[in-house]
C-alpha cells in the first residue's frame, strides 16, 4: 500500500542515548511533516519541510533535528533523549495543505 | 499564533443515535481548508471530512456531516446513526500560513453505548 512509513514502530531509549525516526513517503508530496502527541495536548508540530533541502522549526522543536535529503524521506533525530520526550510521534506528507496523510506513529519511552 | 479549539473533552451517546462534535479557530486567512481526523485506538489517523472554506455548501461523507460557520469560524462535525466503530479519539485541524501547517486541537474523546 502506498502512503508514509515511519520506522521503528516502538523504541526505548536510555536517558542520553540518541536515535533517528525515518518516515519514507512515496506519493511525491512537497510537505512534509514530525507531530509528536501527547495526552489531552493533541499533535503538537516539531518541525517540518516543504521541500527537498529544506526544513523548518514548528511549535516544539527544542531537542530535536531534521534533515530532508531526498524528497520522499524526512528524518527526526534526537541527540540526547530526555523523559520528556517520551511520546507518541507521528510523520505526515501533504500536498499543498489539500491532503494530509500520515504515518502509523512511533511509540517512544525515555526512561 | 493560530489556533484551534475542541471544547469537549469526552462525550458519549447510545448507539445509532447523533452526536455534535464542537470546534472554533482562529484564521486571518480567506481560503483555507479544514479537517476532522478521527484516530481509533489504532493510533491510525484517518480522515474524516474536508471543508473548504470558499465553499458555501458543507462537506458530507455518508454519515459524518458538518456545519461550517465561516464568521464565527465554527466548524462542527455531527456523526448520525453512531456506530460502535465510530469510538475514537476526534481531532478537529486547521492549515495555516498558506497551507504549509497543520494545527490540530486537543481533541474529543468520543464514546458510543451499546
Known amino acids: 500500500n502506498a502512503g508514509v512509513t515511519q520506522t521503528p514502530k516502538f523504541r526505548v531509549l536510555k536517558t542520553g542515548q540518541s536515535m533517528t525516526l525515518l518516515c519514507a513517503q512515496d506519493?511525491?508530496?512537497?510537505?512534509m511533516y514530525w507531530y509528536r502527541q501527547d495526552p489531552g495536548m493533541g499533535l503538537r508540530l516539531i518541525h517540518y519541510s516543504v521541500g527537498e533541502g529544506t526544513t523548518a522549526k514548528g511549535e516544539v522543536p527544542d531537542g530535536y533535528n531534521v534533515s530532508r535529503l531526498k524528497k520522499q524521506n524526512f528524518l527526526l533525530g534526537l541527540e540526547s533523549a530526555a523523559p520528556s520526550q517520551t511520546s507518541v510521534y507521528f510523520c505526515a506528507s501533504s500536498y499543498e495543505g489539500y491532503g494530509y496523510t500520515f504515518g502509523s506513529g512511533t511509540r517512544l519511552t525515555v526512561v | 499564533a493560530q489556533t484551534v479549539t475542541q471544547s469537549q473533552p469526552e462525550m458519549s451517546v447510545q448507539e445509532a443515535e447523533t452526536v455534535t462534535l464542537s470546534c472554533t479557530y482562529d484564521t486571518s486567512e480567506n481560503n483555507y481548508y479544514l479537517f476532522w481526523y478521527k484516530q481509533p485506538p489504532s493510533r491510525q489517523m484517518i480522515l474524516v471530512i474536508r471543508?473548504?472554506?470558499?465553499?458555501?455548501q458543507n462537506a458530507t461523507e455518508n454519515r459524518f456531516s458538518v456545519n461550517f460557520q465561516k464568521a464565527a469560524k465554527s466548524f462542527s462535525l455531527k456523526i448520525s446513526d453512531s456506530q460502535l466503530g465510530d469510538t475514537a479519539m476526534y481531532f478537529c485541524a486547521h492549515p495555516n500560513f498558506g497551507n504549509e501547517k497543520l494545527t490540530f486541537g486537543t481533541g474529543t474523546r468520543l464514546t458510543i453505548i451499546p
Open positions: 506519493m511525491n508530496h512537497e510537505y
Open positions: 471543508q473548504e472554506a470558499y465553499k458555501q
